[in-house]
């Protein structure tokens, strides 16, 4: 046993740790994706499991989680050729091997101590262009792996701390924006120097063993009090659905369903029920769904430590056909839009038996964009990929975010000055979009308007979103919220997506416009709780136009002619 002040003072230095290293990187990337959203995560991970010991508060959570299975990965590779060496980074963005999509590359690096792996770190970022059919990556008709970008297993950047140009130069020939891939890459490499500094200066303060004790205490504090909170629950069964709009390829819904059982203490999560895999690219791994799972009960149980301990009470049935536990080379490249729709699940059956711990579903969609061109005479090619915002849903304690990031990160919404600066690009438009959230006692967020004005001669634009035909959940109550919706111009005017939220081929002239309307949150609560006070006041700033106040509210709210106008 660790004294309890001691552990404390550890871990806020081991989340510390962390957190530098996702600010060296953030400070470093040469990718809006990175430098400004801030779409990357780092963590300490277990010599010999691979489990997550520590992460940070700036990175992405559901990068973290998913790193547990990355670095096993890495730990059986080093395993067949005699183990790691002091100075190995292993880079490799297999999304079937501990990976998300092939744009999340992630450098593995052991931490030695008197000859042995004391823990490994890993550094994980959101690369700007990594080959493939669409600039971005974001290919919403890929059918397999291969027409998404260059797949790199587990192979050495640094060999005993010799760094490989090979290894580079084979990366930077498969991507469109290989200055960027060069900054982002040496960004990271930055970051876990760093981090392996920061934690031989924390093991010569406290000693090896006293901290490797400390990591174990705070693993089986997290397992003990995420038990504790799960038996508090009521106990037995509850399930719930949601819908993906369709995978790109095949104009048809896809389920994401869940039976969650309480039992003794322990949690089952069975996704049986799920569609099977689909031809387009919205499967995702195995290892994929349990870090969406991981994220989702850190909203539930925020008090519990975030670490490995958490998934310790907690089994999954996840079957081998099942869209939620794909191989390669199965397409998985909008995982984005799936994990969200494994979160809203897991907040709409938890909302079944405690609705005190869950909330509205949020606008369920990163809206991946990508535009793409060649500007000026030297015809230099240009890659903007961004995501946008949208609603939270409305929880127990007041209404949901209005324009937030989606619930799968800590990222946020790139500012709109960098996007212009870096780009030919001009945002007509940028606001909140009233009426967009779930109506309840407590209303979900906004969504938002984006409106994109191309300011070079040509451009080709894929869209990658959902919730284009299912909106996004309210609960205890609660009403739904909107749907997403696209647009964008032709000669002969506004086109939407055919399959609602995905498309490809679309070009772009001069002057031309694309738009989104991105949904607000689901609502927490019956309507007619809603404080008439409240209503009133989103009256007043916009956010609830007088008709949606008197007839979905039964409020009719008198507005000033003047200030209507």
Known sequence: ??????????????????????????????????????????????????????????????????????????????????????????????????????????????????????????????????????????????????????????????????????????????????????????????????????????????GDETVATALSELRSRAAMLMRAEIDRLPKGTVSAEDYLDNDGVVDKPLTIALDLTIENGRMVMDFSRSSPACAGPVNISRATTIAACYVALKHVFGDVPANAGVLEPVE???????????????????????????????????????????????????????????????????????????????????????????????????????????YPIMFTQWALRPDSGGPGRHRGGLGAIYEIELLEEEADVFLFGERGRFPPRGVAGGQDAVLNRFTCQHVDGEHNPPMASKMVGIKLERGQRVRLETPGGGGYGPVEERDPALIERDVALGYVSPEAAATIYNHPVKTNSKDAA
């Open 316 to 422: 999954f049935i996840i079957p081998e056909d099942s869209l939620l536990s794909v191989t390669a080379p199965k397409p998985v490249g909008g995982y984005t839009e799936t994990i969200l729709r494994l979160i809203d699940v897991v907040f709409q059956a938890i909302a079944r038996i405690a609705p005190d711990r869950s909330n509205g579903c949020a606008y369920g969609t990163i809206n991946a964009l990508s535009i793409a061109g060649f500007r000026g005479p030297e015809r230099k090619r240009w890659v903007m990929f961004s995501f946008f915002g949208g609603g939270h849903g409305g929880h127990p304690e007041g209404d949901g975010l209005n324009h937030g990031n989606a619930p799968i990160s800590t990222a946020t919404i790139p500012p709109l000055e960098i996007l212009e600066a870096a």
């Open 1 to 206: 046993m660790i004294d309890p002040v001691l552990l404390a003072i550890l871990k806020g230095r081991l989340e510390q740790i962390v957190d530098e290293m996702d600010a060296t990187l953030f400070r470093s990337a040469f990718n809006p994706t990175i430098a400004e959203a801030h779409d990357a995560s780092h963590g300490i991970y277990d010599a010999v499991t691979g489990e997550t010991l520590v992460q940070g508060k700036s990175g992405l959570p559901i990068f973290v989680g998913v790193m547990a299975f990355a670095v096993k990965a890495v730990i059986e590779k080093a395993a067949k050729s005699g183990g790691p060496k002091d100075g190995d980074v292993w880079i490799f963005n297999d999304p079937y091997a501990g990976g998300t999509h092939l744009s999340d590359f992630r450098l593995v690096r052991p931490l030695f101590r008197n000859g042995k792996v004391f823990c490994y770190l890993a550094s994980v970022g959101h690369w700007h262009d990594v080959g493939g059919n669409v600039p971005g990556n974001y290919n919403p008709v890929a059918t397999e792996c291969f027409q998404e970008g260059m797949l790199i297993p587990p192979v050495k950047l640094f060999d005993g701390g010799e760094f490989r140009q090979d290894v580079l130069d084979i990366l930077s020939s498969n991507s469109r924006q290989p200055n960027s891939l060069f900054g982002d890459v040496n960004g990271q490499i930055n970051a876990l120097e760093l981090g392996v500094k920061r934690m031989n200066e924390l093991l010569a303060d406290y």
